[in-house]
């Protein structure tokens, strides 16, 4: 039997941050902060009381809230996620705000390679809504997660399944954008936090991590516009090699971007 509790004591007696037991309780509740603050002495019924413990069980037991909830806030907007997917991150929002700063009002065309929940494109759609944006992703499951979002969202992109380039022929685009797997198969964080429960296939590529990134800085030439972009997001070790791997498939003004961190998690360069 579940014990009938006020909303503080439930928030108390959560096991968890309480960051994330008001974001679980919230949920349960379908009500905002500042609903919490000036409600906390307000009583759970048995079946909220019931569907809050559970959640909080499954959280203490390592399921990422995200996916508890069904959404993650991403560039100020809703982005719903399902395990299918990865869940958007902070320090993914320099990408988004790199590719802003180089798109001009004027329809220029964009692709976002390995959309997965549809993040940055749905970002860059809104912010830049004379934009032509198409998003590639190989997985139907996460692919089906971008979609939902887009119209949740009322966006308008071109939804790709693809193997990064495989489905787009001869077409071109102003800038291509990409947050690809980069991490190795190894490394420890995979068998820890939100990223055991994260799909693979999202993580990592196998080998040292940069398996995508090779394809996707090789196959850039051949679908960018003579000056289009290419900018991808990269792991915290990874600047040198991504500089490195975009010299030598041809491309100019090469360069590395810091996150709010510090950390060199950004890079890019133009086509010839």
């Keep these: 039997m579940v014990s009938i509790l006020s909303v503080a004591a439930a928030l108390s007696a959560s096991g968890l941050p309480g960051n994330e037991s008001r974001i ?116 139907v499951a996460a692919l089906a997660v971008a979609r939902a979002n887009g119209d949740a969202l009322g966006a308008t992109v071109e939804w790709l399944e693809s193997d990064w380039y495989a489905a787009l022929e001869h077409r ?28 693979p296939l999202a993580l990592t590529p196998a080998g040292d991590g940069l398996a995508a990134i090779r394809k996707i800085v090789a196959g850039a030439p051949a679908h960018l516009e003579s000056g289009g972009r290419l900018l991808f997001e990269h792991g915290y070790d990874q600047a040198e090699q991504s500089r490195a791997l975009l010299a030598a498939a041809g491309f100019s003004e090469v360069q590395s971007w810091r996150d709010l961190a510090g950390i060199e998690r950004v890079s890019g360069g133009v086509a010839k």
């Design 172 to 199: 071109r685009f102003d800038l291509i954008v990409s947050n690809p797997p980069y991490i190795a198969p190894d490394d420890p964080h995979l068998v820890i936090g939100d990223l055991r429960f994260e799909p």
């Design 24 to 139: 679980l309780l919230r949920h349960v509740l379908s009500v905002d902060q500042a609903w919490l603050i000036a409600h906390d002495a307000d009583t759970l019924n048995p079946e909220q009381a019931a569907a809050f413990a559970g959640l909080c069980k499954r959280r203490r037991d390592g399921e990422p809230v995200a996916y508890l909830v069904g959404s993650r806030e991403f560039y100020g907007l809703s982005i719903g996620v399902t395990p299918a997917v990865l869940i958007p991150r902070p320090e993914t929002e320099l990408l988004v705000e790199l590719a802003l700063a180089r798109l001009a009002g004027d329809g220029s065309s964009v692709l976002d390679l390995g959309t997965g929940s549809g993040a940055v494109a749905l970002a860059i759609a809104l912010n830049r809504p004379t934009a032509r944006i198409a998003a590639t992703e190989v997985s």
